[in-house]
T-cell receptor, first 113, second 111 residues
Framework: AQSVTQLDSQVPVFEEAPVELRCNYS??????LFWYVQYPNQGLQLLLK??????LVESINGFEAEFNKSQTSFHLRKPSVHISDTAEYFC???????????FGTGTQLKVEL | DVKVTQSSRYLVKRTGEKVFLECVQDMDHENMFWYRQDPGLGLRLIYF???????EKGDIPEGYSVSREKKERFSLILESASTNQTSMYLCASTQNTGELFFGEGSRLTVL
């Protein structure tokens, strides 16, 4: 069975500082990888995804993630965070050929002034 | 704009009551899902459906059932609510692209 590990449950960071949210997965087959964001009192929204091709993927609001097959990781990074980035971030993996996503336990990003 | 609508944002029910959570999507998606979200546990899959009248158990189906009579509607049913089913319930749909579209969630409190 595949699993997703987000080691950091909370990450506090000051505004304009860089941030990295870690995600590791376990799977012996090809995977698709996703990062979702959940703002307070809302559902989840897709932030970015890796399906194939370039291992570095970017979102429209400055986040990026790199698929590292040897490390089985898909860490999320942003060089300079904004107060509006405060949210919970979920990493998810889908095994090729299926439609089910397995989610990590989430990382709460708190951006402080 | 794509939309997944969950009928109730907040519900309060008593132990033993039957609870219906409704979800409707307007994207003609074949696949629909019910997840449960709890602090520190992330999202856990309860049931999913890949076609009308078709359903499969997810990771935590005990105490739940589902109904999919029409393509756009996927209902989650708690036959006899218990306090340990107090949670946030999230509905989602996808058309085999891998990307799930989520509703805003239904927060259920069982007293």
């Amino acid at each position: 069975a595949q699993s997703v590990t987000q080691l950091d449950s909370q990450v506090p960071v000051f505004e304009e500082a860089p941030v990295e949210l870690r995600c590791n997965y376990s799977s012996s087959v090809s995977v698709y990888l996703f990062w979702y964001v959940q703002y307070p009192n809302q559902g989840l929204q897709l932030l970015l995804k890796y399906l194939s091709g370039s291992t570095l993927v970017e979102s429209i609001n400055g986040f990026e993630a790199e698929f590292n097959k040897s490390q089985t990781s898909f860490h999320l990074r942003k060089p300079s965070v904004h107060i509006s980035d405060t949210a919970e971030y979920f990493c998810a993996v889908r095994r090729g050929g299926g439609n089910k996503l397995t989610f990590g336990t989430g990382t709460q990003l708190k951006v402080e002034l | 704009d794509v939309k997944v609508t969950q009928s109730s944002r907040y519900l309060v029910k008593r132990t033993g009551e039957k609870v219906f959570l409704e979800c409707v999507q307007d994207m003609d998606h074949e696949n629909m899902f019910w997840y449960r979200q709890d602090p520190g546990l992330g999202l856990r899959l309860i049931y999913f459906s890949y076609d009308v009248k078709m359903k499969e158990k997810g990771d935590i189906p005990e105490g739940y059932s589902v109904s999919r009579e029409k393509k756009e509607r996927f209902s989650l049913i708690l036959e006899s609510a218990s306090t340990n089913q107090t949670s946030m319930y999230l509905c989602a749909s996808t058309q085999n692209t891998g990307e799930l579209f989520f509703g805003e969630g239904s927060r259920l409190t069982v007293l």
